[in-house]
């Protein structure tokens, strides 16, 4: 019964049945409507408060939550993730998570071709926020040997793009590219401000320049709800 509730709520949204300014039905109406008992109703909306698709108002009861328009994303083109969103007249915001040289981990040391334990890697994460509201974090991992002053120099880093030009790294290209779709962690969910069952786009892969092969090691996290992703 929890399924025909949910599929009843998501006909009346795409038909237009409810409106984002208007709380929907109470769980008491729910309950009659379907001579179900409250706590099936109850699950019925929590499932879909989970997948971000309803909102709870103290007080005020349950609503649907307001559509965003979708951010743009050209995953394949050579500009930085701040100059595809001014493109679109969008205004990007940073804010740093962690900047800090990170303990041995075999999977990004052989990731950037490093030799072993003695080589050093600084890891810097960002989280991307429009309008206030977090759409992704940055995760970027950095072989020390080739940003010397790194620990210096990435309270100012706002692209990391424009970082490696700026360093003198030219024709930059993403190679070894995984996608993969997963569920947020507790901790994701806090920083992204997110519910547990909106999907993230996980996107990995290694930075090569023509100087030097591989650069940097990236892994981020973008909300599935909040782009439109172009693949060309």
């Known amino acids: 019964m929890e399924n025909w509730i949910i599929d009843d709520i998501m006909n009346g949204l795409q038909s237009g049945r409810y409106d984002v300014e208007e709380p929907l039905p109470s769980e008491h109406t729910m309950c009659a409507r379907y001579s179900v008992p409250r706590i099936t109703v109850r699950n019925a909306y ?3 408060e989970d997948q971000g698709i309803v909102v709870s108002r103290q007080g005020k009861g349950r609503y649907l939550t307001p559509s965003k328009t979708p951010v ?3 995953l394949w083109t050579g500009s930085s993730f701040s100059e ?3 493109s679109q007249g969008l205004e990007l915001d940073n804010r740093i998570l962690i900047q800090k040289s990170c303990d041995y981990d075999r999977d990004i040391w052989k990731r950037l071709d490093l030799d ?3 080589e050093q890697v600084y890891h810097i994460a960002i989280i991307r926020m429009i309008e206030d509201s977090p759409i992704a974090i940055h995760h970027s991992y950095l072989p020390i040997k080739y940003f010397p002053l790194v620990e210096e120099e990435a309270p100012t880093i706002k692209s990391m793009f424009r970082y490696f030009t700026t360093n003198g790294y030219t024709e930059l290209k993403a190679v070894s590219v995984t996608m993969e779709l997963s569920l947020p962690t507790s901790e ?3 920083l992204l401000c997110c519910p547990p069952l909106i999907p993230l786009l996980v996107l990995e892969n290694c930075t090569h320049s023509k100087e030097v092969t591989p650069l940097q090691y990236t892994r981020i996290l973008y909300r599935g709800d909040r782009f439109k992703y172009h693949i060309n």
């Open 188 to 190: 994701e969910q806090e």
């Open 72 to 74: 743009h994303l050209d």
């Open 84 to 86: 595809k969103l001014m």
């Open 116 to 118: 072993g334990k003695e």
């Open 46 to 48: 929590n499932r879909l």
